[in-house]
C-alpha cells in the first residue's frame, strides 16, 4: 500500500531560493523514492509568508482533507519579526504563539498520522540590511525552539533538533540571504531529515 508524507510550513518548507527550483521537501522526496521506488507520494502545502497560525487554519482544509501517514511541521520562523532594536516586542506574542502551537498538534492529531515538527534553523543576523525595517534575532530562535520543544514533548510529538548543529556551519555558504538556505542548504536538510525518519523508524 502506497504511503503518504505531507509537509505544512512557510517558505523555507516551500523550497524558496533553492536555485534549482525543488526544496528540502522535494529532495527528500526523491532520496526516498529512490529507496523505496514507488512506495511513496507526497504532498507540499506551505506557503511562503505563513505563521503558525495561518499554518493551523491551513490544517483545517489541507491536512484533515486527506489521508496522511507522515506529517513534517516547519513553522514559526515569521512568528519571529521585530523592528531593529531586540528590545521592541515581537509582533506575535509568546502566548499566542503557543496557543496556536498547542491548537496545531491538537488539529494534526485529529489525522491519524505520525507527526514530525522540525525545529527553526538560525539566521544570519548581519544580513539584514540597513533599509530592512523588520528583521529576526537568533537569541529568538533560540528560546522559540525551546517553547516548540516543550509543546511537542507534552502531546508525545517527535521533535528534530538542528539548530545548534546549524550555527556551528557556515551558513553564508549554505544561506541565499538572511534566513533561506540556497540549493546546497536544502540538500543537507534533505539528507539530515532523511537519516532522521529513517533511524527513528519513520520510513
Known sequence: MVKSIGMIGDSIAHGYYDEQNLGYFTRL??????????????????????????ATNRAIHEVLSRNFDLI????????????????LQLDFSEGARRMYWNKLLDMLAL????VVVLDLTPVIEERYSEQATLIRYNADVEKYNEIIKEICNNHNIAFFSRYSLWKKRELKDLYKDATHPNAKGHQIMAD??????????FI
Open 29 to 54: 522526496a526523491q532520496k526516498i523514492l529512490s529507496i523505496h521506488s514507488g512506495e511513496y507520494v507526497f504532498n507540499n502545502m506551505s506557503q511562503s509568508g505563513d505563521n503558525v497560525a495561518d
Open 72 to 87: 513534517l511541521v516547519n513553522i514559526g520562523i515569521n512568528d519571529l519579526r521585530r523592528r531593529k532594536d531586540s528590545n
Open 111 to 114: 489525522a491519524k498520522a505520525k
Open 192 to 201: 539530515e531529515i532523511y537519516d532522521y525518519l529513517t533511524t527513528q523508524n
